[in-house]
């Protein structure tokens, strides 16, 4: 739980091999930070996020025209990433593992004019079946993770412009599961409970 909280968990998984999107650690930023960021990334705009944080909230979305104001801090630990157009244009994917085994994907889609895909800002699901090389690069994920397969896991991912699928989030502490789409969830979960417990 310690290890899943802070999103600074990227980095290892990135140093054990999964594709990660391109992130900025900081235990704060100001706004040099973010124009930094720009340059090093080669992006015209990036999203901001808490590293101890849930749902979108407290991110902010930043681009060359756009830019926060001079004084403008985030005031917590933070990351900053290149905004990935395909966020909007294809959505972001999420892979459920069960033990270590994939059980269901689902595609999240954002509102007309919004970035965010959670429902609090009027995002939707759909299902979504990953074909071969989508799905290894998720569990490739699952097997850097530094310990083993948890209970459940719920793999985050979002298209490159190479066309690679990389990380954004590894939930493993109470994440939604998504059993509107996956719905052999309860019985695997409830084989995995019962494995587990002998």
Not at 56 to 66: H, K, P, S
Not at 125 to 132: K, N, S
Request: charged letters at 25%; aromatic letters at 10%; glycine letters at 10%.
């Amino acid at each position: 739980m310690r290890w899943n909280a802070d999103k600074g968990y990227l980095r290892e998984l990135e140093e054990a091999g999964a594709t990660i999107v391109p992130t900025a650690y900081f235990m704060d930023a100001d706004a040099g930070d973010i124009g930094a960021a720009m340059d090093m990334f080669d992006a015209p705009s990036v999203v901001v996020k808490r590293r101890i944080g849930a749902g979108g909230l407290g991110q902010f979305r930043f681009a060359a025209d756009a830019m926060p104001e001079p004084d403008w801090r985030m005031g917590h630990r933070c990351m900053i990433q290149p905004f990935l157009p395909s966020v909007t244009e294809e959505g972001e994917y999420t892979f459920l593992f069960i033990d270590g085994a994939f059980s269901h994907g689902v595609l999240k889609r954002a509102a007309e004019g919004e970035y965010r895909i959670q429902s609090l800002y009027g995002g939707y699901e759909t299902d979504y079946t990953p074909d071969a090389d989508d799905l290894a690069t998720a569990q490739a994920v699952v097997a850097a993770l530094p310990f083993a397969a948890p209970l459940y896991c719920r793999i985050d991912m979002a298209r490159l412009p190479s066309g690679e699928l990389a990380l954004m989030e590894a939930e493993m502490i109470e994440p939604y599961l998504y059993p509107e789409q996956g719905p052999g969830l309860g019985k695997q979960l409830a084989s995995a409970v019962r494995k587990r417990l002998g």
